[in-house]
């Protein structure tokens, strides 16, 4: 049982590079997360998608784009690679969403650094 | 807007000795309340959950939690912690008009033999 699988686990980019995160779930969830971990700051949700077609802002969105390209995927694009933007980030999913108190699933991350 | 803060950045324990993690938050509502563990290298997972409801919780791995209205806190206990629970644990808070979660900033434990 996959559960939630990113890929790459880790990449290196430098400033100004593009790049695409993937992240796919087999557990039939409707709900899937971007999160960014960085030291001191916990986690914070960088865009979330409800249901399959529908994406929105979280709590730090700029340069980063999203796609819900079905069910499954849910993939996390930088356009143009910042230094600001080295992180590890984390692609959750769960069923319901927030609304509905359920946890969410979380896969192993991807470390990025962008030099 | 609902906030989360963990006020131990690191705490270190003894093996087999008992482990209280602090969490408060600021939200005028009961918010939905959660507690993941972060292994190295790994993403979080949950260990217990609050919602309403009797204000002590139970959860995995021998943890547990209360829910303290009166001084806005979600307090994590441990009787006796053991070698692997040496992680990165992250209180969260769902809340406002769509529960979106907020999570703390983490606190770290390292556990001594």
């Known amino acids: 049982n996959a559960g939630v699988t990113q890929t790459p686990k880790f990449q290196v980019l430098k400033t100004g590079q593009s790049m695409t995160l993937q992240c796919a779930q087999d557990m039939n969830h409707n709900s899937m997360y971007w999160y960014r971990q960085d030291p001191g700051m916990g986690l914070r949700l960088i865009y979330y998608?409800?249901?399959?077609?529908?994406?929105d802002k979280g709590e730090v969105p700029n340069g980063y784009n999203v796609s819900r390209l079905n069910k499954r995927e849910f993939s996390l694009r930088l356009e143009s690679a910042a230094p600001s933007q080295t992180s590890v980030y984390f692609c959750?999913?769960?069923?319901?969403?927030?609304?509905?108190?359920?946890?969410?699933?979380f896969g192993s991350g991807t470390q990025l650094s962008v030099l | 807007a609902q906030s989360v803060t963990q006020p131990d950045i690191h705490i270190t324990v003894s093996e087999g000795a008992s482990l209280e993690l602090r969490c408060n938050y600021s939200y005028g509502a009961t918010p939905y309340l959660f507690w993941y563990v972060q292994s190295p290298g790994q993403g979080l997972q949950l260990l217990l959950k609050?919602?309403?409801?009797?204000?002590l919780v139970q959860g995995i791995k021998g943890f547990e939690a209360e829910f303290k209205r009166s001084q806005s806190s979600f307090n994590l206990r441990k009787p006796s912690v053991h070698w692997s629970d040496a992680a990165e644990y992250f209180c969260a808070v769902g809340a406002g008009i769509d529960y979106k979660l907020s999570f703390g900033a983490g606190t770290t434990v390292t556990v001594r033999a």
């Open positions: 998608s409800a249901s399959e077609g529908t994406t």
């Open positions: 609050y919602f309403s409801g009797d204000t």
């Open positions: 959750a999913s769960s069923q319901g969403g927030y609304r509905t108190n359920e946890k969410l699933f």
